[in-house]
């Protein structure tokens, strides 16, 4: 790919069309045990792993995030889980509910954090479906524009 193209794919306007959930101390949602370990891994001061293995195959990983921009647009900071993916062996079986519901509650009870969020796209049903299973609570529908860091014709809805 030329340094040109390279470059062009970052001017393009991004539609956003998602769906903030959030959790807080008031609204934890106790989740049932499974017999699943899961493992933290810190990436970077931002981004921690959160993921499950059996045998050598990582079977769930999902991401908290200290800090997410598109968060500001709601006027709110605070930790945020996403980019959560379980292999399609293991789907269907509550394993996204149980990492993220607890994770929220390792925020919210042991690092002492008022709220956690989960952004998704608004069209991903299954996760949908996870998120509010694992106790979360719908908190915004955000549809915008974003050209670079710049984002526009936002529209909320609560």
């Known amino acids: 790919m030329t340094m040109l193209k390279k470059l062009l794919k970052y001017l393009k306007v991004i539609p956003i069309d998602v769906i903030i959930y959030s959790m807080t101390k ?10 699943y370990i899961i493992q933290s891994e810190s990436i970077h001061k931002n981004k921690t792993m ?3 293995k059996v045998g050598d195959t990582v ?9 997410v921009f598109l968060l500001r647009l709601i006027n709110k900071i605070g930790p945020t889980i996403g980019d959560c993916v379980t292999i399609s062996a293991y789907k269907g079986k509550s394993i996204y509910p149980f990492v993220i519901n607890y994770i929220a509650r390792e925020e919210l009870l042991k690092n002492n954090q008022d709220e956690v969020f989960i952004v998704v796209n ?9 998120i509010e299973k694992a106790g979360f609570q719908l908190h ?17 809805n609560n």
Not at 59 to 67: A, E, T, V
Not at 122 to 130: E, V
Not at 144 to 153: D, P
């Open 26 to 35: 008031d609204t934890i949602a106790e989740f049932p045990k499974l017999d």
């Open 50 to 52: 959160f993921y499950i």
């Open 59 to 67: 079977i769930h990983q999902s991401f908290l995030f200290k800090k």
């Open 122 to 130: 608004a069209y991903n049903l299954s996760s949908i479906k996870g």
């Open 140 to 156: 915004t529908k955000l549809k915008a524009k974003r050209f670079l860091i710049l984002h526009y014709n936002v529209r909320k």
